[in-house]
Every structure is written in C-alpha cells, then in structure tokens.
C-alpha cells in the first residue's frame, strides 16, 4: 500500500506477468499509475501456478502483512487466503478490501468507486438541488477505503506487540464511503433528516459558500456567532446582526437564497484577492477557488511541499502528490519511482532465498 510504502515499509506489489498494461491505475506510464505505486518494488508472480502459490505462501512466512483486493471468493480459489497464510505465519496481518464487504447478499459483486458513491450515499448529496445526483471529481470511496484500510493494518500491528497474533482487517468501498458520510449520515441517524443536495451552500452551517466577486469567484466560511460578527461588519451589513431573517442559524438556513443574493450583490463590487485578503485579516475564512494547476502555484502549497520530485527512468524528472502528514521523528520522501513490471522479481526472491537455479526453475515453469 502506497501509505505504508511513504513511511519506509518494504513493499512488494505482487503482478500478473505480462500484465503491461497496469492493472490498477490505468496505462503504467501514466498519472495515476505512477503517484499509486511509487516506494514499492515490482515482483511478476502468476498465483495461478502452483509454484508461483508456493512462492507466494513462503514470502508471506516473513512479512509482516499482506494487503488484497480480489473480490472475496478469488483468494479462497487461490489457496491464499486469510486463514491459508495464517497456517504459516500467525503474526500476519492480512489486510482485505472489496466493493461491499466479504460476505453478505452483495458480498461476491465486484466494486467501483463510482457505484459505491452512489449507494453510499455520497451523490444524493452532491451538487445542485434539482439536478439529480453527482459524483465526486475524485474516487472518495476508492481513496477512504485504503486510508481506512492502512489505520486498521496499524492498529494491527500495535496489537500484536501486545498479544503475538496478527489478524484480518477488512474494509470495503460500501463501508468507507458510508462511514465518510459523517455528520450528513448522522443526521438520519440520529434525528430521522434525509440530507438532500445543498450546491455550494454547506447543509448546516449559513452563510457559508462560493460567492461571485468582480472578477470570479471566492469561498466564504462565516460559522458561528463571532466569525459571523465580523463578517457583518466586513460586509458593512450591522444589521444582518439583529435582522430576525438573518439573526439565527436557524433563520439564515431558512432563508439562505435571500441572504446570498444579498451578499453577492455586495462581493461583485470588489475582486477576488481583495475580498480574501479583507476577510482573512478580519478573522473571517475565506479562499481562492483554484484550478489544479494554480493549487501547485499557491505559495502556502509549495511551502508545504505538496509536489515531491522524483527521477524515472523513462519519464525522466518527474512530481508526485507529496504526503500530507508530517511528523518530527519520520521522514516522507519518494525513496523510488513506479517500478516496472517485473522489475524486481529475482532481487526479491534472492532475498527469500531462492538460489539463481531455483529462480530459473521458476521461470521455466511460468511462475515468474
């Protein structure tokens, strides 16, 4: 997993031989493939061969965890499964993620971000009311379910420095996308509210959204009654104070469409980096609606390192999506590029102890 691989795990990702076209993450030299797999090494295995399983059953006898992503029933095809690899290791922490979970009436499907989104709730309430639903412009359920994945693998491993035992840790895209609905699931939860679509409104929280300015358009986040204090008076609005419209939280989500017009008509007077500049010395937040290329052009975002170069054999000088935790005993850096199919097949079986007739005998038999 690329978390663990950031912060120094060796990692192996097991491919398909002669799968060159990248299995997960589209063409190999392509964006997405690239920021996935960097700092792990490449290893060809056809798990379909038994010599290519017994390679497999014997490097897991030494890892520390084993991290898949079959649909449910495939592992168990295999032979390499949670309980399989248990047999030879009781410290492994085997790590599963699907598409919704691995048993259950939907337990055998196949996953995809997208569908996940959809019956997880997420594009109900995503974009404008009246609209009909809206994915994410990134895979939300994909990325929360690794990140969930990588928090169960840790917790894992400190548990098992107390009790000598690995475990399974399963996630699905249906569980992380759910569980990534947060306040807007428990609204249901809890008082029986079916969130809806709110644009670029936030549900709750009002006047907090995208407001139109002289010459495009800025976010303004004024929560709470002392940020919205003195977003009033940046507004030179006072009156929005004791307005009974506008007094409340409750009374500005009841009449949010009101209260926008009103602030729009204030914002297209000035421009974008006045307004942002004024707020955010008024202790009011405010920001820039950025392109994803004026996002690495941001002062604050090159400051935070956000863009991590690395050096690929073919691509050449390349940079990737940097880590967003730092931490003052550990390091990220980008240790190795993307590798290729196969690159480090023999490296890791010498490792293993497999001697260079072994290996050859493994390749003859197209494990490798």
Same mark, same amino acid.
């Given at each position: 997993?690329?978390? $663990?691989?950031?912060?120094?795990?060796?990692?192996?990702?097991?491919?398909?031989?002669?799968?060159?076209?990248?299995?997960?993450?589209?063409?190999?030299?392509?964006?997405?493939?690239?920021?996935?797999?960097?700092?792990?090494?490449?290893?060809?295995?056809?798990?379909?061969?038994?010599?290519?399983?017994? =390679?497999?059953?014997?490097?897991?006898?030494?890892?520390?965890? =084993?991290?898949? &992503?079959?649909?449910?029933?495939?592992?168990?095809?295999?032979?390499?499964?949670?309980?399989?690899?248990?047999?030879?290791?009781?410290?492994?922490?085997?790590?599963?993620?699907?598409?919704?979970?691995?048993?259950?009436?939907?337990?055998?499907?196949?996953?995809?971000?997208?569908?996940?989104?959809?019956?997880?709730?997420?594009?109900?309430?995503?974009?404008?009311?009246?609209?009909?639903?809206?994915?994410?412009?990134?895979?939300?359920?994909?990325?929360?379910?690794?990140?969930?994945?990588?928090?169960?693998?840790?917790?894992?491993?400190?548990?098992?420095?107390?009790?000598?035992?690995?475990?399974?840790?399963?996630?699905? $895209?249906?569980?992380?996308?759910?569980?990534?609905?947060?306040?807007?699931?428990?609204?249901?939860?809890?008082?029986?509210?079916?969130?809806?679509?709110?644009?670029?409104?936030?549900?709750?929280?009002?006047?907090?959204?995208?407001?139109?300015?002289?010459?495009?358009?800025?976010?303004?986040?004024?929560?709470?009654?002392?940020?919205?204090?003195?977003?009033?008076?940046?507004?030179?609005?006072?009156?929005?104070?004791?307005?009974?419209?506008?007094?409340?939280?409750?009374?500005?989500?009841?009449?949010?469409?009101?209260?926008?017009?009103?602030?729009?008509?204030?914002?297209?007077?000035?421009?974008?980096?006045?307004?942002?500049?004024?707020? &955010?010395?008024?202790?009011?937040?405010?920001?820039?609606?950025?392109?994803?290329?004026?996002?690495?052009?941001?002062?604050?975002?090159?400051?935070?390192?956000?863009?991590?170069?690395?050096?690929?054999?073919?691509?050449?000088?390349?940079?990737?999506?940097?880590?967003? =935790?730092?931490?003052?005993?550990?390091?990220?850096?980008?240790?190795?590029?993307?590798?290729? $199919?196969?690159?480090?097949?023999?490296?890791? $079986?010498?490792?293993?102890?497999?001697?260079?007739?072994?290996?050859?005998?493994?390749?003859?038999?197209?494990?490798?």
């Amino acid at each position: 997993m690329r978390q $663990l691989a950031d912060w120094g795990a060796s990692v192996v990702k097991i491919e398909r031989p002669g799968d060159t076209g990248g299995t997960m993450g589209g063409a190999r030299l392509g964006p997405d493939f690239q920021n996935l797999h960097r700092n792990k090494r490449s290893m060809a295995l056809n798990l379909k061969a038994p010599a290519g399983r017994d =390679v497999f059953l014997h490097l897991s006898e030494s890892a520390d965890v =084993v991290v898949e &992503n079959y649909r449910p029933d495939v592992k168990h095809r295999l032979g390499i499964d949670y309980e399989t690899v248990r047999e030879r290791n009781a410290r492994i922490v085997y790590a599963s993620i699907s598409g919704f979970g691995q048993d259950g009436p939907y337990g055998k499907l196949p996953g995809f971000d997208q569908v996940a989104q959809g019956m997880g709730g997420l594009m109900s309430i995503t974009g404008a009311p009246g609209q009909g639903p809206m994915r994410a412009g990134i895979p939300v359920a994909d990325l929360a379910a690794g990140l969930y994945t990588a928090i169960g693998i840790l917790t894992a491993i400190v548990a098992r420095e107390r009790t000598g035992a690995g475990q399974w840790v399963q996630c699905s $895209l249906l569980q992380a996308q759910v569980a990534m609905l947060d306040f807007q699931a428990e609204r249901w939860l809890l008082d029986r509210e079916v969130p809806g679509q709110a644009g670029n409104d936030h549900p709750t929280a009002i006047p907090t959204g995208v407001f139109e300015t002289r010459d495009g358009h800025i976010n303004i986040a004024a929560t709470g009654d002392a940020i919205y204090e003195r977003f009033c008076t940046v507004m030179g609005r006072p009156d929005w104070m004791t307005d009974a419209a506008y007094a409340t939280s409750a009374a500005r989500s009841a009449n949010r469409e009101a209260m926008n017009a009103e602030i729009t008509e204030i914002t297209r007077t000035r421009s974008s980096r006045e307004w942002v500049e004024t707020f &955010n010395a008024a202790g009011v937040p405010a920001g820039y609606i950025y392109s994803v290329d004026e996002v690495f052009d941001d002062p604050q975002v090159q400051h935070l390192g956000m863009a991590a170069p690395v050096r690929h054999p073919e691509l050449g000088d390349i940079e990737l999506v940097a880590q967003p =935790v730092r931490m003052s005993g550990s390091t990220f850096t980008v240790r190795r590029p993307t590798p290729a $199919l196969g690159e480090h097949t023999r490296e890791i $079986l010498a490792e293993a102890g497999y001697d260079a007739a072994a290996i050859d005998a493994l390749a003859e038999a197209e494990a490798i």
